[in-house]
């Protein structure tokens, strides 16, 4: 059988092939939000419907110090889209990582009350929703709220404004852009325990009358990717009457090292090893072809229940801008994503997308 990695489909614009299934977006930086790099531009130009700030939308980049906002960076991304004719995706506004220490603090370095952390939430997401109103298709308002057995994560936000600190997030978010859709968003929501915890989330803002549209599942797997258990989940959040995102999607070749907690704990940091680093200068073939049949075999099944998937984002333009290079060991060398470091389209994306456009017509 003929590799999939080996196949010769000719280009296609990747948003146009899956146009009609799901919307096809990218998580950008800022130097390509900045447009220096006319390679970078007429790839995301060309291959995306959606774009994703992948840091210069969440708070310590917007607002890190108390009151003096940011907007520069964001507001370039905000043009590139409008320009493009794409979507924009906010992420994130409450997380309980990439935010400044003030937040959580009152003055004299305290734990802030819940009293000045809610005002803090308002001020915050008041600020940004606000600027951006009309202009981002929606929002992910809480990312990372749960362990990976389904409970509540104990961050600062829990901490200080119990299980109540989500349902402000919606309910401000909603106020301030009532036609911005709303996601919780999360990873391993391949796993029950998880998948079950983000539905009680968005069940139980529902039961209050708080505005929730989705659920965001991050797609950072390994090349054995939990298809089975992927596709259970989606499906059991459709019939949950919530839209399903795949929302950072990368596949890493390299392996995940046995002492930490696979997911995307970002706060996990280890010494580098050679041994969880096998590929530093170049992918050899045979993972070639193991990373393309993975993604592969994950699409098909996306495709198959299209009808339930309103978006797919990767989570990084090429190889060489991925986060996996450097997590959960700084030096690491990955080939996550679906365009190299030469700015070309791998060969089995392209076939798997002249496949969804056959689909289609």
Same mark, same amino acid.
Do not use: C
């Given at each position: 059988?003929?590799?999939?990695? =080996?196949?010769?489909?000719?280009?296609? =614009?990747?948003? %146009?092939?899956?146009?009609?299934?799901?919307?096809?977006?990218?998580?950008?930086?800022? =130097?390509?939000?900045? @447009?220096? *790099?006319?390679?970078?531009?007429?790839?995301?130009?060309?291959?995306?419907?959606?774009?994703?700030?992948?840091?210069?939308?969440?708070?310590?980049?917007?607002?890190?110090?108390?009151? =003096?906002?940011?907007?520069?960076?964001?507001?370039?991304?905000?043009?590139?889209?409008?320009?493009?004719?794409?979507?924009?995706?906010?992420?994130?506004?409450?997380?309980?990582?990439?935010?400044?220490?003030?937040?959580?603090?009152?003055?004299?370095?305290?734990?802030?009350?819940?009293?000045?952390?809610?005002?803090?939430?308002?001020?915050?997401?008041?600020?940004?929703?606000?600027?951006?109103?009309?202009?981002?298709?929606?929002?992910?308002?809480?990312?990372?709220?749960?362990?990976?057995?389904? !409970?509540?994560?104990?961050?600062?936000?829990?901490?200080?404004?119990?299980?109540?600190?989500?349902?402000?997030?919606? %309910?401000?978010?909603?106020?301030?852009?009532?036609?911005?859709?709303?996601?919780?968003?999360?990873? $391993?929501?391949?796993?029950?325990?998880?998948?079950?915890?983000?539905?009680?989330?968005?069940?139980?803002?529902?039961?209050?009358?708080?505005?929730?549209?989705?659920?965001?599942?991050?797609?950072?797997?390994?090349?054995?990717?939990?298809?089975?258990?992927?596709?259970?989940?989606?499906?059991?959040?459709?019939?949950?009457?919530?839209?399903?995102?795949?929302?950072?999607?990368?596949? $890493?070749?390299?392996?995940?090292?046995?002492?930490?907690?696979?997911?995307? *704990?970002?706060?996990?940091?280890?010494?580098?090893?050679? @041994?969880?680093?096998?590929?530093?200068?170049?992918?050899?073939?045979?993972?070639?072809?193991?990373?393309?049949?993975?993604? !592969?075999?994950?699409?098909?099944?996306?495709?198959?229940?299209?009808?339930?998937?309103?978006?797919? !984002?990767?989570?990084?333009?090429?190889?060489?801008?991925?986060?996996?290079?450097?997590?959960?060991?700084?030096?690491?060398?990955?080939?996550?994503?679906?365009?190299?470091?030469?700015?070309?389209?791998?060969?089995?994306?392209? *076939?798997?997308?002249?496949?969804?456009?056959?689909?289609?017509?």
């Amino acid at each position: 059988m003929k590799s999939l990695s =080996q196949t010769n489909q000719a280009p296609i =614009q990747l948003k %146009n092939a899956f146009a009609g299934a799901f919307d096809f977006g990218v998580a950008i930086n800022r =130097q390509q939000a900045s @447009e220096s *790099d006319s390679g970078a531009a007429k790839l995301i130009n060309e291959h995306f419907a959606v774009l994703t700030a992948e840091n210069d939308m969440k708070w310590e980049s917007i607002q890190p110090i108390e009151g =003096q906002f940011i907007f520069e960076h964001a507001d370039k991304l905000i043009e590139i889209a409008q320009k493009n004719g794409q979507k924009v995706i906010g992420h994130a506004l409450i997380w309980h990582e990439q935010v400044p220490n003030w937040v959580f603090e009152d003055e004299k370095g305290n734990p802030a009350s819940s009293e000045l952390l809610l005002a803090r939430m308002r001020a915050h997401i008041s600020a940004i929703v606000g600027r951006y109103k009309g202009k981002i298709h929606g929002w992910d308002v809480v990312n990372e709220a749960l362990n990976d057995d389904g !409970t509540p994560r104990d961050t600062k936000w829990r901490q200080i404004l119990g299980d109540k600190y989500i349902e402000y997030a919606f %309910n401000i978010a909603h106020e301030i852009d009532p036609d911005a859709k709303l996601y919780y968003n999360d990873y $391993s929501l391949f796993k029950p325990t998880k998948r079950e915890g983000a539905i009680k989330i968005a069940n139980r803002l529902r039961n209050q009358g708080i505005k929730i549209d989705g659920i965001g599942a991050q797609g950072h797997y390994l090349i054995d990717v939990p298809i089975d258990e992927l596709e259970a989940s989606i499906i059991a959040i459709a019939d949950n009457e919530l839209d399903v995102m795949i929302t950072e999607l990368d596949i $890493s070749v390299l392996k995940f090292p046995e002492f930490a907690m696979f997911g995307a *704990d970002v706060s996990q940091s280890f010494a580098l090893q050679s @041994e969880y680093n096998p590929f530093p200068s170049e992918l050899d073939e045979h993972m070639k072809v193991n990373q393309a049949n993975a993604y !592969t075999a994950l699409f098909e099944m996306l495709l198959k229940h299209q009808e339930k998937i309103s978006r797919v !984002t990767m989570w990084g333009l090429t190889d060489g801008d991925s986060w996996k290079n450097n997590w959960p060991m700084k030096g690491r060398t990955d080939y996550a994503l679906i365009i190299d470091r030469n700015n070309q389209v791998k060969p089995f994306m392209y *076939d798997i997308a002249h496949r969804a456009r056959l689909a289609k017509d």
